[in-house]
């Protein structure tokens, strides 16, 4: 087997469009980037990150080149997270073309990195292997073509899905499975934190359905804590601005300092999706900050909310939630803590992408060698 090549790679990583990607993010795929890009960046490697729109803070420690012009939401209002409107992917179409062209005048680039969920990314793709496409979500129409246009034109191709789940959502299309990690260090409490209720943090929006996690929480007698930036007004308005003020109090969007300190001080999170989860990196974050984790089974949280951390709860029932809730909160918290760390890391995770990484190098590397060597003899 050829030596993997052990140099500083060269990654073109082209990130969400929607949002920045500096904090208060605006939810997972947002830190999941940042952290693929502090990882790299900090093991050596360049990394030149496309992103977000103009003016956004992107506090990373390289340079980040918007991707569009103005923040999604000032166009196209009450968006869900879990498919992509038609009007978002017309807006956006033209300038993630406009990015690719960029992408090919980068001198050295060993790989190109697609974070993003536009399927003008994927058909980019010329099929020699040269991208690392990255399923975040499930397959909604305009990606999934994509997709199986690629399949039908790649003589090599990686797509990495972030959880068995979303690999069987995807399959024939997803190669690999790399789940996400965290920032175990960021997120792990300074001393013994006294611990009181139940906390809930993410995008308030209908399929994340925080109005569950209340009722669920009141259920159990706990008080909740509830952050995150409105992804939704007109089901914030119905479903969830009522509810505060009993039992439940909204704290709005946090940096990862003050969720850190949110969740350490926190008996139990409840995560309560009423969609299939790619991932869940907040359910990671909570462990990682040694609070135990009650969640509706969907999607991936069933791969790493296991027993000794957590409880998992029948999807949509609030009283099963609230019974999840109870039991979780009696874990105890150096485990989920010492669970994340062996099992949920950014190191890991990014051990797993580099060895991706070093396999399309070389693959790259050799076809270049070949071209060279027949040029020279012709």
């Not at 969920?117 to 991208?131: E, R």
């Not at 601005?241 to 949110?262: C, D, F, V, Y």
């Not at 949509?316 to 989920?336: M, T, Y």
Request: glycine content about 8%; overall charge neutral; charged content about 20%.
């Amino acid at each position: 087997m050829s030596q993997l090549p052990s140099h500083p790679l060269h990654v073109a990583l082209i990130g969400p469009s929607r949002f920045g990607i500096g904090e208060p993010f605006a939810g997972g795929l947002e830190a999941h980037t940042a952290a693929v890009v502090r990882m790299l960046h900090s093991r050596g490697h360049r990394v030149t990150v496309f992103a977000g729109p103009e003016g956004e803070m992107q506090q990373l420690p390289v340079r980040v080149t918007p991707i569009v012009s103005r923040r999604f939401d000032d166009e196209f209002t009450g968006r869900r997270d879990t498919s992509q409107p038609a009007g978002y992917s017309r807006h956006e179409a033209d300038r993630y073309r406009s990015t690719l062209e960029r992408v090919r005048l980068l001198p050295d680039v060993d790989l190109i990195h697609n974070n993003s969920l536009h399927p003008a990314v994927v058909d980019a793709d010329p099929g020699d292997g040269s991208f690392v496409h990255v399923v975040h979500c499930p397959p909604f129409p305009e990606l999934e073509a994509a997709h199986a246009r690629l399949s039908k034109r790649a003589s090599r191709r990686r797509v990495v899905a972030v959880s068995m789940a979303m690999a069987r959502r995807w399959a024939g299309v997803a190669t690999e499975v790399i789940h996400n990690g965290v920032d175990v260090e960021a997120w792990t409490p300074a001393g013994v934190p006294e611990r009181r209720g139940a906390v809930w943090a993410g995008r308030l929006v209908e399929e994340k359905a925080p109005h569950l996690a209340i009722r669920a929480a009141r259920l159990a007698g706990m008080q909740i804590r509830l952050a995150g930036p409105i992804g939704d007004q007109a089901y914030f308005d119905r479903y969830v601005a009522h509810e505060l003020g009993r039992n439940a109090q909204w704290l709005g969007p946090l940096s990862t300092s003050e969720l850190a300190g949110l969740f350490a001080t926190s008996q139990v999170g409840i995560v309560s999706p009423t969609w299939d989860e790619p991932f869940c990196l907040v359910a990671a974050e909570m462990l990682a900050s040694g609070t135990p984790v009650a969640a509706f089974d969907r999607g991936g949280l069933g791969e790493f909310v296991r027993p000794e951390v957590g409880v998992l709860a029948t999807p949509g029932d609030a009283v099963s939630l609230a019974d999840a809730a109870q039991r979780a909160s009696r874990i105890e918290n150096r485990r989920c803590a010492e669970f994340a760390r062996s099992h949920l890391s950014a190191t890991a995770m990014m051990d797993r992408y580099e060895t991706v990484y070093r396999a399309v190098a070389a693959i790259r590397r050799r076809a270049v060698d070949v071209g060279t060597a027949g040029l020279a003899t012709a």
